[in-house]
């Protein structure tokens, strides 16, 4: 039985359920968990310096609605049903944003709660095209996160991925946890004295810089030397990487033949794919 939260507890205070611009305005009052693992550099799709120019409201912080968002969000309740299932011995309860005692900038927002002997559990839902061999940094960040905010020390994350099913048990770990906060902390003083995060390589960050400065004005700026040098050898690097790439890649096609899949120990490790009637090409992805 899925039921609404309407309890503190004992490290955390419920804020309530919010959406449209009340969770805007609720997200942007503090730091959750989805966030962590972008702060703490675990997250591919994006970086500390992007989440920043997010939050001081630099460049737009409105998620798109796509179909992986959309499939998620209509799939999470059915999926905690399917738990609810799986595990009798749990009573579920959905939830809203709590926010930290001690921190009130601390927030978590569990997909829902369980009691389990009479103890509280984190169940958190996450819905992939693939398969998880092994669960995500950014996603476990995530809930430890909310198990350091909210005092729970048991959380579990369930995943359809792949049409699979899958679930996974995430110890807390204080050491981890304490790792976490400092960059989390850091990073929300930052947000506090305007301080932008330091430079990374990612492409996240490279695209933030770009719609920072969408427009073109008739005007000269003199660029920093050590800035030009170190491009000009990493576009040297790169070239040279790329090129051996295609000779690896090249080998491997040769020694494909017409075969579809290309097998390594036991492992298929890539495919010759093609667009149409078009010449095939490698695929790298191990199954």
Not at 30 to 57: D, M, Q, R
Request: glycine content about 8%.
């Amino acid at each position: 039985m899925i039921q609404p939260w309407l309890e503190d507890l004992p490290e955390a205070t419920f804020l309530g359920v919010h959406e449209g611009e009340e969770w805007h305005k609720i997200r942007s009052e503090g730091i959750g968990g989805s966030e962590v693992g972008t702060i703490c550099g675990l997250n591919p799709w994006e970086s500390a310096y992007t989440l920043f120019h997010k939050k001081t409201g630099n460049i737009e912080d409105r998620i798109e609605q796509n179909w992986a968002i959309r499939f998620g969000n209509a799939f999470e309740r059915p999926i905690l049903d399917l738990y609810a299932e799986e595990h009798p011995e749990a009573q579920l309860y959905t939830t809203g944003t709590f926010a930290n005692k001690e921190h009130p900038w601390k927030h978590a927002n569990p997909d829902a709660l369980a009691k389990v002997n009479g103890e509280w559990k984190i169940i958190e839902v996450k819905t992939a095209r693939a398969g998880f061999s092994e669960l995500p940094a950014h996603y476990e960040a995530q809930v430890i996160w909310y198990m350091h905010v909210t005092g729970i020390r048991q959380a579990a994350l369930v995943a359809v991925a792949g049409m699979t099913w899958q679930e996974f048990e995430i110890i807390y770990d204080p050491f981890v946890a304490e790792t976490y906060d400092r960059a989390v902390t850091q990073f929300w003083n930052y947000l506090q004295e305007g301080q932008v995060p330091d430079w990374d390589g990612s492409k996240s960050t490279y695209e933030t810089v770009r719609k920072l400065h969408p427009d073109i004005e008739d005007d000269d700026v003199e660029i920093d030397l050590e800035s030009w040098i170190e491009l000009k050898k990493a576009l040297a690097e790169q070239s040279k990487a790329e090129a051996k790439v295609n000779e690896y890649k090249s080998q491997i096609l040769d020694q494909m033949g017409k075969a579809r899949y290309g097998w390594v120990q036991n492992r298929r490790v890539v495919s010759r794919q093609a667009r149409g009637k078009g010449t095939p090409y490698l695929v790298m992805g191990e199954k």
